[in-house]
Nanobody
Framework: QVQLVESGGGLVQAGGSLRLSCAASGRTFSTYAVSWFRQVLGKEREFVAGIDWDGERIYYLDSAKGRFTISRDNAKNPVALQMDSVKPEDTAIYYC????????????????WGQGTQVTVSS
C-alpha cells in the first residue's frame, strides 16, 4: 500500500503563488507516476498535471500551462506542484494520485489517492 498525504494548501490572493506537496509512505514512491487533480463541489474531479515515474514526461491541463509546474526528485519523497499567477477559478480541493510508471488523464486509472488539500484564491 502507498499512503499519500498532500500539504501546502491555503488561502492566497489572485496573482500570488502556492506550493503543494505530495508525500508518500508505505512503499517506494520512485516507480510511480504522480498526478494532481482538483475538484470543485458539484463538479467532476479534473486532471491538472502529471509526471511520469522518471520525470521524463509531464503534462498539464491547458489552463495550468505556463502557471503551474509539477516536479519530482526521486532521491527525496515529495512531488511538488508550484502554482504561480493563481486565479479565483483555481479554487478547489487538490488531490495527488499515484499509479505505476506513467501518468494518465483518466482519474479511474489511479491506484492511490491522498485526502486532498483546499486551495482558495481570493479576487
Amino acid at each position: 500500500q502507498v499512503q499519500l498525504v498532500e500539504s501546502g494548501g491555503g488561502l492566497v490572493q489572485a496573482g500570488g503563488s502556492l506550493r503543494l506537496s505530495c508525500a508518500a509512505s508505505g512503499r517506494t514512491f520512485s516507480t510511480y507516476a504522480v498526478s494532481w487533480f482538483r475538484q470543485v463541489l458539484g463538479k467532476e474531479r479534473e486532471f491538472v498535471a502529471g509526471i511520469d515515474w522518471d520525470g521524463e514526461r509531464i503534462y498539464y491541463l491547458d489552463s495550468a500551462k505556463g502557471r503551474f509546474t509539477i516536479s519530482r526528485d526521486n532521491a527525496k519523497n515529495p512531488v511538488a506542484l508550484q502554482m504561480d499567477s493563481v486565479k479565483p477559478e483555481d479554487t478547489a480541493i487538490y488531490y495527488c494520485a499515484a499509479r505505476k510508471w506513467v501518468y494518465s488523464l483518466n482519474k479511474g486509472e489511479y491506484d492511490y489517492w491522498g485526502q486532498g488539500t483546499q486551495v482558495t484564491v481570493s479576487s
